[in-house]
């Protein structure tokens, strides 16, 4: 290694600390410049708290990527980029005029919080551990770039406007970008690789950590401590103005007093760590932090005391002095806490700072973005302007007492080797009779007397898990022809967008998710991709609640249920693996076909709890649903708030009931051999004319009955398609085992060939008023066409990929079989992964065809039409490749 001096130790550490601090500056501009584009726009609270969070969410994605490209480039370079991106994003501001602009320029301007991660990585390679916890403490001083643009920016705003604000501040990060490269060198890590000619990690090689728990703890308690203190950077300038009516100088100031703490002591937080330890000053930051958060949630209250001589009467309140004292000591606390975080990451993770690093920050600065929108909607919500500590008070809570659990367990450790079995908790593993490291469900007796009983336990977890998982998917497609009767002013097509983009969004995650179970494991993959869509579940209950709130929103929250979209993916090659070959047909077709049910659930369920207030006065308000002169009262939020409960409960089922199957173990390299297989592409093409025509008419059933028969309820009958869907899927697997799995598919499409033109002739037409009944008949034969195909084509996958292992094998030995069937097992989970994926993009396409149909020629028609072609497609690829006599898959 290159010999480094003090010197240079410095030139690197001043210039990444101010460079970051620059940045910091840019991203939390509107803080400040956001209060006046409010009143411009007259934005909402929900939407300026959107405006506010945008730069957050995209600083913080960003920070995974930069993270890795600073340790495969070099940090130098990469933060050279970020500074010049974020500077001319920041300068097109002052060209904008309307909302989405504004947000489409905030994600430009969000680059400049992802300098974090760059410099995490570059600082870190000037110093030796022992001296980087006080080095990255230093350097995190930067965030006090937010407290500069708080002090300043008002003063620069009164005088000068908005727009100059912006100018200056970009002016500036251009400044420091040409500063930094001319003062700083190229880390030596980075010169050493050079010189030897050592090819740096491939991206997908340094997110290989990422793979370990410890990462993810890390990233919670950096939600807590960065997230919140983003947030409040953000926030509090609102605060001070709404809740104690300062004018904007003086609560620019006081905001900036908060953010000076929060930043200022994170050096001694790091030095601290060095000194004390991490853990000890972790502790600490939580309990002061859970203390102050219960102080500043309380709201001014009024009592009434009836006493013996009369009432008395008399209020508590916390004052300007004792609310910014409190605040003050929050941030301190908060300083503490992240440099105690990130004091951890060279540590464990000395040859990957950037990307765990980059993770780590990724997940706090979602914080950021997140917490402000949802203080936004609290305010909307509750009329309360505490409510953010409240929020605050119980994450805090949390975050606490999952760590002294942590602790505890860690303590009570027994054989340090056991680590080698359970990777749940790093420093705390215990004998883990929840991974299986023997497992071999084709063994008859091994089946009979262990493997049935443990694979039947995990099915009966995952079905419920799935369900639910459709039903967040979903529910978009019931919530969606409610909107307008209850205030909400979106045009037809932006109602079919909302439905249409959890299919869309759903099946992007599936690509990924199909290749998570053999990477995490089945059990900790389904706990995580469950308790994931309680984000949408409660948000979906609070927007829903104010017609005010933005269609944006309302597009991110519809991308959100896309969660539930992707656990389809992993649930299906997770139960793949528990069964043998010979039962996989019907046990994947239970867990799809009763998953599937969640479909018919949302549609069933959803339309009874919004007609009752199911949670009392916990669950809000009712809306007043007004159509045709008719008025009543509904809870829509209930379409929402009804799963977590489940959901919750599903998640801890999971995490305690299910197993991993250490044998199923794969990285993506491994799995991604199937980007290989003919079989692979043909098998989502089949797949999408089955399970993406049932999920995408699942979607736009609903809104096609409302346009089609306007005076027909579609809640009433929405629920039956999906629902015979799901239950026949079942027997399409059965009937595959029995006749063959390309015969029942290839019959199955010439039916739904049938049913299609069966519904073009029951819908109305030029003169024609429509058969209701008939139309309702031809789709629930739809319905069951698709079902069936599910079942069939799913039975195909194992079929075709064992055959071809074993075909390669032949002859080679009993070793070279035994390797046959243990890869196309993992090849077939990864297809029935990756073709749901692609099929899953039917619940955007289907219902977004209807749509553009609509829109340009006034039926849906042509959108029926392009189905039938291509389901004439499918046909002809079953019938060649895998049914005819001389196909060279017969299946």
Not at 39 to 64: A, C, N, Y
Not at 380 to 407: E, K, N, P, Q, R
Not at 589 to 613: D, H
Request: aromatic share 14%; net charge positive; charged share 10%.
């Amino acid at each position: 290694m290159p010999v480094i001096n003090s010197s240079q130790q410095k030139h690197a550490l001043t210039a990444s600390t101010v460079a970051f601090t620059t940045c910091f500056a840019v991203w939390t501009i509107f803080s400040i410049i956001g209060l006046q584009i409010q009143k411009d726009l007259h934005l909402s609270e929900t939407e300026f708290g959107l405006l506010v969070g945008t730069p957050i969410l995209s600083g913080s994605l960003i920070r995974l990527m930069l993270g890795i490209w600073s340790d495969q480039y070099g940090g130098r370079i990469v933060y050279l980029l970020v500074m010049v991106t974020a500077a001319i994003a920041t300068l097109l501001l002052t060209t904008v005029e309307t909302y989405i602009m504004f947000l489409v320029t905030a994600l430009g301007i969000g680059v400049a919080g992802g300098s974090f991660a760059v410099g995490i990585a570059y600082v870190s390679r000037w110093f030796p551990k022992e001296q980087q916890g006080t080095a990255l403490g230093i350097f995190g001083l930067g965030n006090v770039g937010a407290a500069v643009t708080k002090f300043v920016a008002p003063f620069v705003m009164v005088a000068f406007g908005w727009h100059a604000v912006a100018q200056i501040w970009a002016a500036a990060l251009l400044l420091m970008a040409a500063v930094f490269w001319y003062v700083t060198d190229d880390e030596p890590m980075l010169k050493q690789r050079r010189k030897s000619g050592v090819k740096p990690d491939s991206f997908l090689k340094q997110l290989e950590p990422l793979k370990d728990m410890r990462v993810w703890r890390f990233s919670l308690y950096y939600f807590c401590v960065f997230g919140a203190f983003v947030a409040l950077a953000l926030w509090l300038p609102r605060y001070l103005v709404g809740a104690y009516g300062f004018d904007i100088k003086s609560a620019g100031m006081l905001a900036a007093a908060y953010s000076i703490f929060a930043s200022l002591f994170r050096a001694l937080g790091g030095w601290l760590s060095d000194r004390y330890g991490a853990r000890v000053l972790m502790y600490w930051t939580f309990i002061v932090a859970t203390l102050c958060t219960f102080f500043l949630s309380y709201p001014p209250t009024d009592y009434i005391v009836h006493g013996i001589k009369g009432d008395i009467a008399f209020s508590l309140a916390i004052q300007p002095m004792g609310f910014i004292l409190l605040v003050s000591v929050l941030g301190l606390f908060m300083s503490f806490g992240k440099a105690a975080v990130y004091k951890h990451i060279p540590v464990y993770y000395p040859d990957n700072v950037g990307a765990v690093g980059g993770a780590v920050g990724m997940i706090g600065g979602l914080g950021g973005f997140l917490l402000p929108l949802t203080f936004g909607m609290l305010n909307d919500l509750t009329g309360i302007w505490s409510s953010c500590f409240m929020l605050l008070f119980v994450l805090m809570t949390i975050a606490l007492t999952w760590m002294h659990f942590s602790i505890v367990r860690m303590e009570r450790r027994v054989v340090p080797e056991l680590a080698k079995i359970s990777k749940d908790l790093h420093e705390l593993s215990h004998p883990a009779p929840l991974v299986l490291t023997d497992w071999n469900p084709e063994d008859k007796g091994f089946w009979e007397t262990t493997g049935k009983r443990i694979a039947t336990r995990n099915l009966w977890i995952s079905i419920p898990a799935l369900l639910l998982a459709f039903a967040v998917w979903m529910v978009w497609s019931v919530v969606v022809i409610n909107l307008p009767s209850i205030g909400f002013k979106y045009t037809t097509n932006e109602l079919f967008w909302l439905a249409a983009l959890p299919g869309l969004s759903g099946a992007t995650l599936r690509i990924f998710y199909s290749f998570m179970v053999p990477i995490f494991g089945g059990r900790r993959w389904t706990t995580i991709s469950t308790a994931s869509l309680l984000l949408p579940s409660v948000w979906i209950g609070f927007a829903v609640q104010n017609p005010e709130t933005p269609y944006v929103l309302m597009v991110v929250l519809a991308l959100l249920c896309g969660f539930g979209g992707g656990n389809f993916a992993s649930s299906m090659a997770n139960i793949s693996f528990f069964y043998p070959q010979s039962q996989k047909g019907t046990a994947l077709g239970l867990n799809a076909g009763l998953g599937n049910l969640g479909v018919s659930t949302v549609q069933f369920v959803v339309p009874l709890v919004i007609a009752a207030g199911v949670f009392g006065s916990l669950g809000g308000e009712p809306q007043e649903w007004v159509k045709a002169g008719v008025s009543k009262s509904i809870w829509l939020q209930n379409a929402g708030f009804i799963w977590v409960p489940f959901i919750i409960a599903t998640s801890i089922a999971a995490w305690f009931g299910m197993n991993d199957i250490a044998s199923a173990k794969a990285s993506f390299k491994e799995q991604s051999v199937i980007f290989k297989r003919k079989h692979n592409w043909l098998m989502c093409w089949l797949y999408t004319g089955t399970f993406g025509s049932f999920i995408g008419y699942a979607a736009g059933f609903p809104m096609l009955i409302k346009i089609l028969f306007p005076e027909v309820n579609p809640t009433e009958y929405a629920f039956l398609g999906p629902l015979v869907g799901a239950l026949i899927r079942p027997v399409g697997g059965w009937l595959a085992d029995k006749l063959g799995g390309a015969r029942v598919t290839l019959w199955n499409f010439v039916i739904m060939i049938c049913a299609v033109f069966g519904v073009l002739h029951f819908m109305p037409s030029a003169g024609n008023p429509g058969d209701f009944w008939g139309f309702l008949a031809m789709f629930m034969l739809l319905f069951i066409t698709t079902g069936i195909g599910n079942g069939s084509t799913f039975r195909m996958i194992p079929v075709i990929f064992m055959t071809e292992r074993l075909c390669a094998a032949k002859g080679q030995g009993i070793d070279a079989i035994a390797k046959a069937k243990k890869d196309a097992a993992k090849e077939a989970a990864a297809v029935l992964g990756f073709s749901s994926a692609i099929a899953a993009y039917g619940a955007f396409f289907i219902p977004k065809s209807y749509g553009t149909a609509i829109s340009m020629t006034g039926t849906p028609d042509a959108a029926l039409y392009c189905f039938i072609a291509f389901y004439l497609g499918c046909i002809g690829i079953t019938w060649w490749f895998y049914a005819r006599k001389t196909a060279a898959m017969p299946c």
